[in-house]
Every structure is written in C-alpha cells, then in structure tokens.
C-alpha cells in the first residue's frame, strides 16, 4: 500500500462530523481535514468582496487563486484555524450569512474541482479523516472507511441551537433552525454536481440517542475491525 488510511465522514448538517471526525483522529493519530471549512471560506470572501452569488466566473477566478490554510489548534471552541490568503477567518465562515450563501457556492462547479484538488493534495499520503458531503464519493473514493453520518432534522436543529448558545451567540428559535438545515440538505443533495449521497461501500450511522462518545467508539471500532481484515 502506498499510503496510510483514510477515513471518509459524510452526512447532512448538523449530523457531528465535525466533532466526531476530530475525535476520531485524536483517537487514531490521523490528521483532521474540515473540507466544509473551505466552502465556508471561499463564500467568506466572495461577500467580503461584494461579488455577486451568481457571478460564477468571478468566483471561479477567485477559488483557483485564493491560499487556504487549516491549522489544528487547543482552542475547544474552535479547535481548526480557517485562514484564507493570510486573512484569519475562523470565526466569520460560522456566522448565519456564509452559513445560508455556502450551499450557492458549493454548487458551482469550478469552485468544487479547486477546492477538491487541494483536499486530494493533502490527502495523498493518507493518515486522514476527512469530512464533508462528496469524501467517500468524489474526493477519496478508495478511502478505506466510508461512514455516513446521519440524524433527524429536528435531533440536528437542537444540536446546533446548543452550539450557538455555547458560542455565547444570539438565540435562533428550533423552528428557524430547522427550515435553515432542511434547505442546506435539500440543496446539498440536489446539486448537480457531487450531490450529498452515501456511497455504496459507506456504512450508514443513525445518531439520534447517541452522544458523541458512543458515535466515536463505534467509528473506531469499525475502522479497528477493518484495519485486522487487510
Ligand atoms: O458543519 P455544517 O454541516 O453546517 O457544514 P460544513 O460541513 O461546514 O459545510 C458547509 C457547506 O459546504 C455544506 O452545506 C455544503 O454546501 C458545502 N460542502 C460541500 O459541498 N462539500 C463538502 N465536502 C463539504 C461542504
Ligand atoms: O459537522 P456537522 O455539521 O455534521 O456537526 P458538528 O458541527 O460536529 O456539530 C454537531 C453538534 O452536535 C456538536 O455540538 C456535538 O457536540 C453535538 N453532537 C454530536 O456531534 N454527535 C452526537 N452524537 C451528539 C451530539
């Protein structure tokens, strides 16, 4: 084998990739790689710059030639720094305005295959668990463990209103939270291009009930029992 294993965590928003994915590669000693981070910032700086959503050659322009960093850091809060061409924007990629244009950008599809190239980069000598919508699909198809990552909107919405709380931000009401993840997932999983799917080989996860601990121990089981099978 000419490079470590790779660990592919999909699934709608709200679901825990995040937090788990991060366990799990403490767990295991794999790097971190928080592909949402990167949509996120490019729509950061597509409003900083006041371009158009749909002004898709501009945002091309602007994916190819833009430096994003991600480094992992001790902060609990914010335990990945987002940096994007020397500008740090950990905490602006998380506020409701890039968090309801990402779906946009994502969609299009020149922002996707630079976007994709670089996650591949990093990957290329594995020792990752990647997370995001098209890993186990697009970006690591031979990724060695697929997990798609799922719960109820309304288990989802109650996770997020917590984390704004923790977050010390303004309160959004659950009804509000749910029409926003709903319209997130339905356009993750309707765009043409890398659409939101479990992949064949990935092995579903319902989460609902189960706290994070518990959806880490089961991944690292997985990944463990795998591992023997090579
Ligand atoms: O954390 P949350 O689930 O809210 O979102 P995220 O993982 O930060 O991703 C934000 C958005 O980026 C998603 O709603 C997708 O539109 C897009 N995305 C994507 O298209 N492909 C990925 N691999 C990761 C994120
Ligand atoms: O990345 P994604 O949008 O899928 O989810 P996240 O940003 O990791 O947020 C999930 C939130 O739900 C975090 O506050 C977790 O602590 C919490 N949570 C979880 O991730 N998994 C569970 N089984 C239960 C709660």
């Known amino acids: 084998r000419d490079r470590q294993p790779i660990i592919a965590i999909d699934g709608p928003a709200g679901a825990g990739k995040s937090t788990v994915a991060r366990q799990v590669a403490t767990k295991l ?9 990167m949509y996120r910032a490019v729509t950061w700086l597509v409003l900083q710059k006041g371009i158009a959503i749909d002004d898709e050659c501009a945002i091309a322009e602007l994916a190819n030639q833009c430096q994003i960093e991600l480094t992992p850091t001790q902060d609990l809060k914010f335990p990945v720094r987002v940096w994007i061409n020397g500008t740090d924007v950990t905490q602006p ?17 020149a922002v996707r295959q630079a976007l994709v190239k670089q ?29 798609f990552l799922t719960a109820s909107v309304s288990e989802r919405a109650r996770r997020r209103q917590q984390d704004f709380e923790k977050l010390g931000q303004p309160e959004v009401s659950l009804e509000q939270l749910e029409r926003d993840i709903a319209e997130r997932d339905w356009k993750d999983s309707t765009r043409k291009i890398s659409p939101l799917q479990k992949a064949a080989d990935a092995i579903e996860v319902q989460t609902d009930g189960l706290d994070v601990s518990q959806v880490t121990a089961q991944i690292v089981n997985y990944y463990q029992q795998r591992l023997s099978e090579w």
């Not at 186990?136 to 198809?141: A, D, K, Q």
């Open 29 to 37: 000693n794999l790097v971190y790689l928080d592909s949402g981070a």
């Open 93 to 109: 990629i998380r506020t409701i305005e890039v968090t309801s244009q990402v779906s946009a950008i994502a969609a299009q599809s």
């Open 119 to 147: 996650q591949q980069r990093w990957g290329k000598k594995g020792g990752l668990v990647a997370e995001g919508r098209d890993i186990g699909t697009h970006v690591f198809p031979d990724a060695e463990v697929k997990i």
